[in-house]
């Protein structure tokens, strides 16, 4: 199964709303996790199953989508969002990755 | 407190061998199953494989890239994993992450404990 994240790349200032888009080549059910990284760090879990938020989470992140479209919003981006953003299917084997989508201050 | 500690990343020739390890602790280890991930430099994340518990076999599963030159395996009385890594080739070069999911077993809904990775370069 393919994940394709869209966009690779966005520019967006503090306090904006984003949204990054995650699309499976067939369907996966709610089998999605979102995962946050930053340079040099392990990827950390943010949302499991497309839409629950992990523990310690801010609840400005949300998650939402089935079957083949899904997405992670950032409702008020701040300064520490600033990362990588990837999603992870877990319908089948094997667990692949989207390609990831990187945050930059504006 | 969760801690994946991993271990035996270095430069390795192509064609040659390594062995990662992964320390575990703060959790019942023999109940989960177990992942490794990997990350490139500069590029993005790559699920390498999967251990089962011996409730289902110790049961493995893996990426196409590395099906046949990697095999994973666990020793619960250690409390530890490892990644033995054959025929190594440049696109190997990688931090290689410990990961335990979110459910012990059964259906996966996430990578929740990552360890803090260890590098592994493949080059002459």
């Known amino acids: 199964i393919q994940l394709t994240q869209s966009p690779s790349f966005l520019s967006a200032s503090v306090g904006d709303r984003v949204t990054i888009t995650c699309r499976a080549s067939?369907?996966?059910?709610?089998?999605l996790a979102w995962y946050q990284q930053k340079p040099g760090k392990a990827p950390k879990l943010l949302i499991s199953?497309?839409?629950t938020l992990q523990n310690g989470v801010p609840p400005r992140f949300s998650g939402s989508g089935s079957g083949t479209e899904f997405t992670l919003t950032i409702s008020s981006l701040l300064p520490e969002d600033f990362a990588s953003y990837y999603c992870?299917?877990?319908?089948?084997?094997?667990?692949?990755f989207g390609g990831g989508t990187k945050v930059e201050i504006k | 407190e969760v801690q994946l500690v991993e271990s035996g990343g270095g430069l390795v020739q192509p064609g040659g061998s390594l062995r990662l390890s992964c320390a575990a602790s703060?959790?019942?280890?023999?109940?989960?199953?177990m992942d490794w991930v990997r990350q490139a430099p500069g590029k993005g994340l790559e699920w390498v494989g999967r251990?089962?518990?011996?409730?289902?076999?110790?049961?493995?599963e893996y990426a196409a890239s590395v099906k046949g030159r990697f095999t994973i395996s666990r020793d619960d009385s250690e409390n530890s994993l490892y990644l033995q890594m054959n025929s190594l080739k440049s696109e190997d070069t990688a931090v290689y992450f410990c990961?335990?999911?979110?459910?012990?077993?059964?259906?996966?809904?996430?990578?929740?404990?990552w360890g803090q990775g260890t590098l592994v370069t493949v080059s002459s």
């Open positions: 067939q369907g996966i059910s709610s089998y």
């Open positions: 992870q299917q877990f319908n089948s084997y094997p667990f692949t």
């Open positions: 199953a497309a839409s």
């Open positions: 990961t335990r999911p979110l459910r012990p077993t059964g259906q996966t809904l996430g990578l929740s404990d």
């Open positions: 703060g959790f019942i280890f023999s109940d989960h199953y």
């Open positions: 251990t089962r518990n011996k409730a289902n076999s110790y049961t493995t």
